[in-house]
Structures are given as structure tokens and as C-alpha cells.
């Protein structure tokens, strides 16, 4: 299994950035992927995922923000995060459960106030 995570970078409080996580080594279209993030000096947290059927799931605090989706023919998830806070603050990584925890390498989003 590989995630390969990108496009994090510096940002005003209000912009927009989208994440990609690209997948392989394992059949993408019938997992559920999931975005976490990891802030300065908090554990890791869920923000969203989304299953094979493209149901999805968020956390409080960006629910109505952010908005995860996939494209299971480029074996991509994407992170849409819109209105962002200072708080948003993270390494966010993308996440797979088979067998266990599958982790990307992380990708730094920081949000300047």
C-alpha cells in the first residue's frame, strides 16, 4: 500500500486549498479512504472520510468547510478545504484501514492569521 499526499502549503485564514492523496497497491474503489490531521502538540484526529459508495463523514469543526470526494479512476481522494481557520493548522494525512492503519507521509497545511 501507497499514499502519496500533496498539495498542503501556506495560506491566509479564509483561503482554499485542496489536498490529493494518490493510492496504490491495494483495490482503491472499494475502501473507504479517510483524511487526518495532526496539529502542534495535539494528537492525530479524523476530519473526514468517504466510503466506497461515497458516503461520507466529517468532523464538527469542518463540517460545512472542507469536503472530501474521490475519483476511483485516477485512484485519487481529495480534501476541498475551504474557509480556513489559524486552527486548521496541521500535517494532514491520508488514511486507509486494510489489515491495518495505512498512513501517507503527511502533507503541512498552515494557516496564517
Known amino acids: 500500500v501507497q499514499l502519496q499526499a500533496s498539495g498542503g502549503g501556506l495560506v491566509q485564514a479564509g483561503g482554499s486549498l485542496r489536498l490529493s492523496c494518490k493510492a496504490s497497491g491495494f483495490m482503491f474503489s472499494i475502501n473507504t479512504m479517510g483524511w487526518y490531521r495532526q496539529g502542534p502538540g495535539k494528537e492525530r484526529e479524523l476530519v473526514a472520510t468517504?466510503?466506497?459508495?461515497?458516503?461520507?463523514n466529517y468532523k464538527d469543526s469542518v463540517q460545512g468547510r472542507f469536503t472530501i470526494s474521490r475519483d476511483n479512476a485516477k485512484r485519487t481522494v481529495y480534501l476541498q478545504m475551504n474557509s480556513l481557520k489559524p486552527e486548521d493548522t496541521a500535517l494532514y494525512y491520508c488514511h486507509l484501514y486494510l489489515r491495518r492503519d495505512n498512513w501517507g507521509h503527511g502533507t503541512q497545511v498552515t494557516v496564517s492569521s
Open positions: 468517504i466510503s466506497s459508495g461515497g458516503s461520507t
